[in-house]
Antibody
């Protein structure tokens, strides 16, 4: 069974750093892109960026370029999303999602359970 | 950057009714479009990819269509579990979601 298991909820203060994780299992982690999606409270889905764990090739949405860093450690089947200096506006649910297993498809067919990040002074 | 626009923002539909959601891309995306369902408090779920192919386990009452810039998601007979927010997503050039359409009980 394909699973993406994300790290637990975080409560941080503005200016603090944070790294959240997404661990894949039940498939060949290195061979499928992992994307990150933000959902601010009561709002829609926003694509942030994506990484290919096999070689760490990474793409960012223009809206998030420079604001976050996406990385992966293929030795432990885990992708990461990190901030160097959090803002209150980073308060949101963050999802990781796997690129579709169907050859040539770029939709996201499996999703993590989400990590809630709360940034408040 | 490709911008996705969904319409309407909210749809009120009676159980058993037929509903069609629309999604428009700011430039042609061929059939590089997916639809997702997000029930309240839950994780998004892939419904349709390639504009018209149902994902594994998705009931036949869900159907997708369109190509280029205009796309639709149709639910032929709305069930109670279908009341949710639906998002389209393009993956022709990077990825981007529409703002979502909420399907609510009439």
């Amino acid at each position: 069974e394909v699973q993406l298991v994300q790290s637990g909820a975080e409560v941080k203060k503005p200016g603090e750093s944070l790294k959240i994780s997404c661990k894949g299992s039940g498939y060949s982690f290195t061979n499928y892109w992992i994307g990150w999606v933000r959902q601010m409270p009561g709002k829609g889905l926003e694509w942030m960026g994506i990484i290919y764990p096999g070689d760490s090739d990474t793409r960012y949405s223009p809206s998030f370029q420079g604001q976050v860093t996406i990385s992966a450690d293929k030795s432990i089947n885990t992708a990461y999303l990190q901030w160097s200096s959090l803002k209150a506006s980073d308060t949101a649910m963050y999802y990781c999602a796997r690129r579709n297993i169907v050859v040539g498809e770029q939709s996201f067919d499996s999703w993590g359970q989400g990590t809630l990040v709360t940034v408040s002074s | 950057e490709i911008v996705m626009r969904q319409s309407p923002d909210t749809l009120s539909v009676s159980p058993g009714g037929r509903v069609t959601l629309s999604c428009r891309a700011s430039q042609s995306i061929a059939t590089n479009l997916a639809w997702y369902q997000q029930r309240f408090g839950q994780t998004p779920r892939l419904l349709i990819y390639g504009a018209s192919t149902r994902a594994t386990g998705i009931p036949a009452r869900f159907s997708g269509g369109g190509s280029g810039t205009d796309f639709t998601l149709t639910i032929s007979s709305l069930q109670s579990e279908d009341y949710a927010v639906y998002y389209c997503q393009q993956y022709h050039n990077l990825w981007a979601f529409g703002q979502g359409t909420k399907v609510e009980i009439k």
